[in-house]
């Protein structure tokens, strides 16, 4: 009964090969995040999709791709990836209705870029 | 950019002790969360206080806010070793995109 799951957990690979992470939210919520957890535990937010439509996007490369079928998926892609992508990725989801913010999180995707 | 400011980085105290962490921030806010996050683990919401609250219970957590100031701290009474973790304060801004901002952060060590 994972409330927001992602996946994989860990991925290794090497610099210039492209690859994707998937969440999925079970909440009922109607916006889902990307975030971006560096080596200092700093948290940075990448995108935001509502009901499937991109709401924030930040100052993120393009090699970065989201993509969102429903609102209860959002998936990363990353292509070409470089060495300063690895860190941790984490998806969130939230009821952007209830106007308060509180996000529900996922596990996080640990991604080591060699 | 980065909006909140946490103090201290690092903090280790003995089990059954008070822990206060404190955070700033920059613009004018809805609202305030602290977050925690237990190593290798996603965040978890802990307690939100609203930008006309001054301060909120939940438990053994006590959140103030001082929005003249721009600044929050989180109080954990009667610490246990499984309060070991990461707190983070993060703000939603007044234009409610939903954006919320994550300060860097308070790790705390509780020592049995």
């Known amino acids: 009964d994972t409330a927001v799951s992602q996946t994989p957990k860990y991925l290794v690979t090497q610099m210039g090969n492209d690859k994707s992470i998937k969440c999925e939210q079970n909440l009922g919520h109607d916006t889902m995040y990307w975030y971006k957890q560096d080596s200092k535990k700093f948290l940075k937010i990448m995108f935001s999709y509502n009901n499937k439509e991109l709401i924030i996007n930040e100052t993120v490369p393009n090699r970065f791709s989201p993509k969102s079928p429903d609102k209860a998926h959002l998936n990363l892609h990353i292509n070409s990836l470089e060495l300063g992508d690895s860190a941790v990725y984490f998806c969130?989801?939230?009821?952007?209705?209830?106007?308060?913010?509180?996000?529900?999180f996922g596990e996080g995707s640990r991604l080591t870029v060699l | 950019s980065q909006q909140g400011e946490e103090d201290p980085q690092a903090l280790s105290i003995q089990e059954g002790e008070n822990a206060t962490m404190n955070c700033s921030y920059k613009?004018?806010?809805?609202?305030l969360q602290w977050y925690r996050q237990n190593s290798g683990r996603g965040l978890v919401h802990l307690i939100l206080i609203r930008s006309n609250e001054r301060e909120k219970h939940s438990g053994r957590l006590r959140v103030t806010l001082d929005t003249s100031k721009k600044s929050s701290s989180l109080l954990i009474t009667a610490s246990r070793a499984a309060d070991t973790a990461s707190y983070f304060c993060?703000?939603?801004?007044?234009?409610?995109?939903?954006?919320?901002?994550f300060g860097q952060g308070t790790t705390l060590q509780v020592k049995p």
């Open positions: 969130a989801s939230s009821h952007r209705g209830r106007q308060t913010g509180e996000l529900f």
């Open positions: 993060a703000t939603v801004d007044l234009g409610n995109t939903g954006k919320l901002i």
């Open positions: 613009t004018s806010i809805n609202n």
